[in-house]
T-cell receptor, first 112, second 116 residues
Framework: KAGVTQTPRYLIKTRGQQVTLSCSPI?????VSWYQQTPGQGLQFLFE???????NKGNFPGRFSGRQFSNSRSEMNVSTLELGDSALYLC???????????FGPGTRLTVT | DQQVKQNSPSLSVQEGRISILNCDYT??????FLWYKKYPAEGPTFLIS?????DKNEDGRFTVFLNKSAKHLSLHIVPSQPGDSAVYFC???????????????FGQGTILTVHP
């Protein structure tokens, strides 16, 4: 079974721009979660989607948003980028009745 | 507010010996705990998990112990191998009223180095 895939793997953006990251979960996984990893804050939960609905949200500003499509693929969007948004963005998927999440390789976002 | 803490930033172990990675938590609402391993430039890889109703779970070389009264869990790797060198994260899930919501709270990670 193919793992979680994320595109692009690397991205460089300028302050004020917006960015969209994409995640394709493991086949059969309908829950997709997003995390931000930074050296200072570690791995922090952004949000979770299940059946095209956001059902859980972390403590991030409204500039961070996401969505999920009917095939369970998910995108996250960050608008009005700030330097502090530079991070590794990780997507994880899971089977709904289980708790183990499986992570993709991440998208490294650099904001200049 | 760091609800999951890994107080040792790094651990160095000789090949063949036991590696013990520790994790403490503060929120008694956590009901499921997981360990992940992460190599540079890769996403975390799931290793092993344990429910709060158990005190031990074993999978090959990996064993996780949970002490609920102390709010402490540990991951034992026996025997340690050079390929185990990575960053190890413990993570916890809050009991959300019987749902299987996916939010995990992670510790800061411990860098394990296994020397040949």
């Amino acid at each position: 079974k193919a793992g979680v895939t994320q595109t692009p793997r690397y991205l460089i953006k300028t302050r004020g721009q917006q960015v969209t990251l994409s995640c394709s979960p493991i086949s059969g996984h309908r829950s997709v979660s997003w995390y931000q990893q930074t050296p200072g804050q570690g791995l922090q939960f952004l949000f979770e989607y299940f059946s095209e609905t956001q059902r859980n949200k972390g403590n991030f500003p409204g500039r961070f948003s996401g969505r999920q499509f009917s095939n369970s693929r998910s995108e996250m969007n960050v608008s009005t980028l700030e330097l502090g948004d530079s991070a590794l963005y990780l997507c994880a998927s899971k089977v709904d009745r289980f708790y183990e999440q499986y992570f993709g390789p991440g998208t490294r976002l650099t904001v200049t | 507010d760091q609800q999951v803490k890994q107080n040792s930033p790094s651990l160095s172990v000789q090949e063949g010996r036991i590696s013990i990675l520790n994790c403490d938590y503060t929120n008694s609402m956590f009901d499921y705990f997981l360990w992940y391993k992460k190599y540079p430039a890769e996403g975390p890889t799931f290793l092993i998990s344990i429910s709060s109703i158990k005190d031990k779970n074993e999978d090959g070389r990996f064993t996780v112990f949970l002490n609920k009264s102390a709010k402490h869990l540990s991951l034992h790797i026996v025997p340690s191998q050079p390929g185990d060198s990575a960053v190890y994260f413990c993570a916890a899930r809050i009991n959300a009223g019987g749902t299987s919501y996916g939010k995990l709270t992670f510790g800061q990670g411990t860098i394990l180095t296994v020397h040949p």
